[in-house]
């Protein structure tokens, strides 16, 4: 979500941080050893702890990159993300339904690195929030309760229910005014304070 011209927004990289996490097993080459119980939050989080995952570079277009051929390759599906121009096209978050999301490693390869030659142009940013109206049907302009005959008949009809965003879709407001600042800061600001020799 940044300086491309389509830029990359929201949807979780597996955002790793120090070292490995406590309590999880060996890694065998790129792949995550196989002690899993079969439940896929058990895979994420070996995967984050492995020494293959925290080796890559978050803050470089190949480090994030290698992280996300890694979640692919460890058996979990590829990520997808929604570019911050779509968000501002639609002046709301859209819907996984709505066929919108876009490949990660498609759209990070596609605008490749920044002045510097290291940083990518399209940072995969990750954004947690909670459901404002899990209940409410736009079409019929209220909240239909989960489970009632009157939720089940909508959604028989084709009603969408439930919205992430509030009234005024405020979460989608700021996330575009996050997006606008971020851009200017990584193209005006950062270059100008950031020797061009330098590795970001």
């Not at 491309?4 to 941080?17: D, F, K, N, R």
């Not at 911050?84 to 066929?99: H, N």
């Not at 005024?168 to 950031?194: D, F, N, S």
Request: net charge neutral; with cysteine.
């Amino acid at each position: 979500m940044a300086s491309a011209p389509h830029t990359v927004t929201v949807e979780p990289p597996l955002a790793g941080g120090g070292g490995a996490m406590e309590g999880y097993g060996p890694t065998k080459g790129n792949q995550v050893a196989p002690e899993d119980s079969g439940n896929p939050f058990d895979k994420v989080a070996k995967l984050l702890g492995s020494s293959a995952y925290q080796r890559c570079k978050p803050h470089t277009r190949s480090g994030i990159i290698r992280r996300l051929e890694l979640i692919e390759e460890n058996g979990m599906p590829r990520m997808r993300v929604v570019r911050l121009t779509d968000i501002e096209r639609l002046g709301r978050i859209p819907r996984s339904t709505e066929g919108i999301a876009v490949d990660a490693i498609e759209e990070v390869r596609k605008h490749g690195t920044d002045f510097s030659g290291h940083q990518e142009q399209a940072p995969v940013i990750f954004f947690s929030y909670r459901w404002e109206r899990p209940n409410f049907c736009e079409a019929l302009g209220k909240d239909l309760v989960w489970g009632t005959p009157e939720r089940e008949a909508a959604m028989k009809e084709g009603h969408t229910v439930g919205d992430p965003d509030g009234e005024g879709r405020e979460k989608a407001k700021a996330l575009i005014e996050w997006g606008r600042w971020l851009k200017r800061w990584r193209e005006e600001i950062q270059p100008a304070q950031t020797p061009r020799h330098c590795h970001v």
